[in-house]
């Protein structure tokens, strides 16, 4: 740990199996059931309730796919509209506590309660009675995790999940992050995870023992968040301001593609994907942006922007298409990606007088 820096207490509140949890509860015929938030017919997965996760269904997955692991799956179409209208509720109790929330989506938010309103000493104490008025206001389950930095207290919410909360108090974050799987480190995706596991990391004692030059020529400039946070250092603050100004999905393929039909496939899932996480936030945006990354790590990316804004997943999928007809090469493909940019998060930045610079996610 950084000594010189101040301690903080954050929490981090999310909602277990948001979208999931909210048609069991509206609807109790789906209580106890593996149920899927959107997919059906060629879709993907928006969310799945832990029944469905246990036979491996996920966000993001193709329906057919879930449907293949699990063959007795609902399939529930997604109500906005009605996750907006809990979360509001949901955001409403975390200010009675702080104004320094820092909202990452519909379903989970940073919170600094250093100083907060209610002059509790205890975070641990703070994160019980939030949870506790989530599920007497809403009928609905949240999990948190609490530690003196964002960094750790997403890690924790996820430990004892759902309908738990665990903290990492700071003379112990050394001997926790030592025993982490590397899997479990936030910022670390599959692919990124399967590369530490080739070359002998497989917890955080093992990180620890690169050096940070080590880690940034094998990791990017990722290797450097990597170095600090395996030892607990991670100083970005609860902005209550974050302004979103892209939005962004992609898939690095264990298997390269090379024929015209997998990549239509992969644009199709990656579209509906990018289409359910803009509607969970009413997002829309004008500049779609293709990214392909070959099997040579060769990097290539083409945009197009319109005066109106992108309004669907058969817009994003028509768009990337005519946007992958204008790649310079045909070669083996390992990675694809659509982001949205030129959203409209950013009209809301003009009748703020000042923004603080966004929390920045790490992504495969």
Known sequence: MDSSFPMRKIIHVDMDAFYASVEQHDNPALKGKAIAVGGGHRGVVSAASYEARKFGVRSAMPSKTAKEKCPHLIFVPPRFARYKEISKKIREIFYEYTDLVEPLSLDEAYLDVTENKKGMESANQIAKEIRQKIFDETGLTASAGISVNKFLAKVASDINKPNGQKTIHPDKIEGFLEELPVEKFYGVGKVTANKMFSLGIYKGKDLKKRSIEDLTRLFGKSGA?????????????????????????????????????????????????????????????????????YKDFSLYTRSITKEEYFSSAEQ?????????????????????????????????????VQLKIPFKEFED
């Open 316 to 352: 994003y999928l028509k768009t990337g298409k005519k946007l992958w007809e204008l790649r310079p090469f045909d070669k083996p493909v390992r990675l694809l990606g659509l982001s949205l940019s030129h959203l409209n998060t950013e009209e809301k930045k003009q009748v703020s």
């Open 225 to 293: 968040y990597y170095y600090n946070v395996v030892r607990g250092i991670h100083h970005s603050e609860v902005k209550p301001h974050r302004i979103q100004k892209s939005v962004a999905v992609e898939r690095t393929f264990f298997e390269d593609l090379f024929d015209e039909q997998q990549v239509n496939e992969k644009l199709e899932s990656l579209s509906e994907e990018l289409h359910t996480r803009l509607q969970k936030n009413n997002i829309l945006g004008r500049s779609l942006t293709l990214k392909i990354k």
